[in-house]
């Protein structure tokens, strides 16, 4: 199948600081999804790109789809503690298949 | 937004014993729906896709004979363990779509521990 490798893979950042994460795939995505997951919970969509070269934002969050469309960035902007949590890149294969990154666990100290 | 539901949200259970997930769209009708497993401190793995009335597409090296799924109505997905053993202890997601499988709503997740 089809490997979606995010990185870092863990971050420590300070509260009111800059998050900037990135997600690198083998092959070529006309989709890429950026989801959150807090503890115990199901993942929940940030932001959805479907073009190369886009650049979509959500509040403090924007993400951009790579021009190569094997890779996509997810950056945090001035960070807050309920910024807490893990995300993971997305994106559908052939058919109904759907692929999930390696994740990045973000962590907010006040 | 569209919500999905997980019952039970937490099962714990014996070994050899077999254990239903329920996964339900609450206010939308799913044409397609997703079970995902997630062990700790992984990402989401794709187990299978089921569309409704007909039989569920698995990912390679998931046993269809052990992971039971059933989507009998657009509105309703289960996922039976049967036999369960103690590496089948994770963390169980569904998820709904009434469209492209970019448009996915996630359940919030069954964890299941064998004893």
């Known amino acids: 199948g089809q490997q979606l490798n995010q990185s870092p893979q863990s971050m420590f950042i300070q509260e009111g600081e800059d998050v900037s994460m990135n997600c690198t795939s083998s092959?070529?995505?006309?989709?890429w999804l950026w989801y959150k997951q807090d503890p115990g919970e199901g993942p929940v969509l940030l932001i959805a790109?479907?073009?190369?070269?886009e650049l979509t934002s959500n509040g403090r969050l924007t993400a951009q789809f790579g021009i190569t469309r094997k890779d996509s960035f997810l950056n945090i902007s001035a960070s807050i503690p309920s910024d807490v949590g893990i995300y993971f890149c997305?994106?559908?294969?052939?058919?109904?298949?759907?692929?999930f990154g390696t994740g990045t666990s973000l962590t907010v100290i006040p | 937004g569209a919500v999905v539901s997980q019952h039970p949200s937490r099962v714990i259970c014996k070994s050899g014993t077999s254990v239903k997930i329920e996964c339900r769209s609450l206010?939308?009708?799913?044409?397609?729906m997703f079970w995902y497993r997630q062990f700790p401190k992984q990402s989401l793995m794709l187990m299978a896709t089921?569309?409704?009335?007909?039989?569920?597409?698995?990912e390679q090296g998931v046993e269809k004979d052990k992971f039971l799924i059933n989507h009998a109505s657009l509105t309703l997905s289960t996922l039976t363990v049967t036999s369960a053993h103690p590496e089948d202890s994770s963390f169980y997601i569904c998820?709904?779509?009434?469209?492209?499988?970019?448009?996915?709503?996630f359940g919030p997740g069954t964890r299941l521990t064998v004893l």
């Open positions: 998820s709904a779509s009434f469209g492209s499988p970019d448009t996915q709503y």
């Open positions: 092959s070529i995505f006309n989709t």
């Open positions: 790109l479907y073009k190369a070269g």
């Open positions: 997305a994106g559908p294969g052939t058919g109904n298949q759907f692929y």
């Open positions: 206010d939308f009708q799913a044409t397609t």
């Open positions: 089921s569309n409704e009335g007909s039989k569920a597409t698995y």
